[in-house]
């Protein structure tokens, strides 16, 4: 599966952004779909995640604040996230999950000063 993320940019501490990856498949008849994410210097980061069911997981530390969901018009899993955090900073990519493989995209920057 090829994806792309698209959405990435610098915003202000409390501002919102929403971030969407594209796939070269339905995004519907995907096993799983995650969001992670990796800030600088550290390792990287499971966000959330939406199986193929529509059944959505988070991280406490995103618990409240974003929301991952498939996009059928666009054919793409949207991470919507407000209420952004300086510790929100990083790159954020997106990751798909099918039986016996798994695909990565090539990640798109999120920046929130305080």
């Known amino acids: 599966v090829q994806l792309q993320a698209s959405g990435g940019d610098s915003v202000q501490a409390g501002g919102s952004l929403t971030l969407s990856c594209a796939a070269s498949?339905?995004?519907?008849?995907?096993?799983?779909m995650e969001w992670h994410r990796q800030a600088p210097g550290k390792q990287r980061e499971l966000v959330a995640s939406?199986?193929?069911?529509?059944?959505?997981r988070y991280r406490e530390f995103v618990k409240g604040r974003f929301t991952i969901a498939r996009d059928a018009a666009k054919n793409t899993v949207d991470l919507q996230m407000t209420n952004l955090k300086p510790e929100d900073t990083g790159v954020y990519y997106c990751?798909?999950?099918?039986?016996?493989?798994?695909?990565w995209g090539q990640g798109t920057q999120v920046t929130v000063s305080s």
């Open positions: 498949r339905s995004v519907f008849n995907i096993n799983l």
């Open positions: 939406i199986g193929i069911g529509g059944d959505t």
């Open positions: 990751h798909s999950v099918l039986i016996g493989r798994d695909d």
